[in-house]
């Protein structure tokens, strides 16, 4: 068997239980019947369906290690680390007046998600150099954690995946036999990954690059962060926060144009070991979550070019870190086309041919080249564009 993608996966990730509501709102007198919280177990059941319908005689799946504490307090303080423990401990709920609850199961969920990160980024590097057809890396987790701060739980994040795999690949004990100096990470997911910029904002050993909806801080204390282009990193670490606020309706043209002016030309001049991607999908068309119109030939795309930068830049050390989602049908469509990719592959789907059944929309193509000029224009003051 020719094994094209290793999934790290392990079933303890679906005991991470949100509390029901109105959507991913608390209970309210005005609806009868509270529905699953958008984190459901649902969304990462169906990923694997489609793993094992499409690549079920070329994928395998390992189950990873919990990450250590050691390797927690890379990213996040002990006291939030403490707190996160008791918390689930008492039996979880909602954090405050978030959106973001957890249960009795969620840390222990948490650290194995965490711990799938830490070993794909591992497998990546150790992959370098070998021309032996080698799988890609591909942690599928859940809970997220790209919203995740060293110091706080937000956006149904509680520790931060890709920010924990990159701090791995850097340390000189880490999970490969050789580390990293330079990270790159690619979040295109709707939403801007605050938490994996406040991790390394005045750093530049950790170049982040995010294409999200302009949605701007949504909580004071737990998601303070805008995901402006203004915010740009700090000290040693300026220039080396790109963020890219797309408009509402952004679709494949859109996110290629993304890639074409900012991500390729950071990356090429960043020039980075290890290439990960906080892969969330949820920037399609009927995610009741995002804004955007990204369909599985357009996540088709995204997955070919990052695997064409990865082998131009990073001797194709790439590895995917499953990020959001919420329409669980529209997930696996989509996550499939980042797979095709990848893996240069397209999957015929009984019924379903190579498309997407959600496409139904049309782009608003002039505001988004607005909106990328103004990237741009900003992101051109960074050392790696010069």
């Not at 950790?206 to 000290?235: C, K, M, R, T």
């Not at 002016?261 to 979550?289: C, F, H, K, T």
């Not at 001797?315 to 990020?323: F, K, P, S, T, V």
């Amino acid at each position: 068997m020719t094994t094209d993608i290793t999934v790290y996966w392990d079933d303890r990730m679906l005991d991470h239980e949100p509390p029901k509501g109105a959507f991913k709102f608390p209970d309210t007198p005005i609806v009868a019947v509270p529905e699953v919280h958008p984190d459901r177990r649902e969304r990462v059941e169906n990923i694997r369906a489609m793993l094992d319908h499409a690549f079920g005689d070329r994928s395998e799946t390992v189950s990873p290690e919990s990450a250590s504490r050691a390797a927690l307090e890379r990213v996040h303080d002990p006291e939030y680390l403490d707190w996160l423990i008791e918390f689930c401990a008492d039996g979880g709920g909602r954090i405050d007046d978030t959106t973001t609850g957890l249960n009795e199961h969620t840390y222990d969920a948490a650290r194995v998600s965490a711990g799938a990160a830490i070993a794909a980024a591992g497998h990546a590097l150790d992959e370098v150099g070998r021309n032996d057809g080698s799988a890609l890396p591909y942690a599928l987790c859940r809970p997220s954690g790209h919203h995740a701060q060293p110091g706080y739980a937000d956006g149904f994040c509680y520790l931060n995946n890709v920010a924990l795999a990159a701090e791995a690949a850097l340390a000189s004990d880490g999970p490969a036999d050789v580390s990293a100096d330079r990270v790159a990470i690619v979040d295109w997911d709707v939403h801007h990954g605050n938490g994996t910029q406040e991790a390394f904002y005045d750093r530049d050993d950790v170049l982040f690059v995010s294409a999200h909806n302009d949605h701007g801080s949504w909580h004071p204390e737990y998601h303070s962060q805008e995901g402006s282009i203004d915010e740009f990193g700090e000290g040693d670490g300026r220039g080396y926060t790109l963020n890219v606020p797309l408009p509402p309706g952004t679709g494949n043209r859109g996110y290629e144009a993304f890639f074409e002016r900012i991500v390729e030309p950071a990356i090429a001049g960043y020039d980075p070991d290890l290439i990960l991607v906080s892969a969330g999908q949820d920037a399609g068309p009927s995610d009741m979550n995002g804004r955007n119109i990204v369909t599985r030939e357009g996540f088709r795309e995204m997955g070919a070019r990052i695997q064409r930068l990865a082998n131009e830049t990073a001797d194709g050390a790439l590895a995917l870190i499953q990020e959001g989602g919420y329409q669980p049908s529209h997930l696996s469509f989509a996550t499939l086309g980042v797979f095709e990719g990848v893996l240069g592959q397209t999957v015929e789907l009984d019924g379903y041919g190579t498309g997407d059944p959600f496409e139904f929309l049309d782009e608003p193509t002039e505001l988004v080249d607005e909106w990328l000029d103004d990237a741009v224009d900003h992101h051109r003051k960074s050392p790696v564009f010069n």
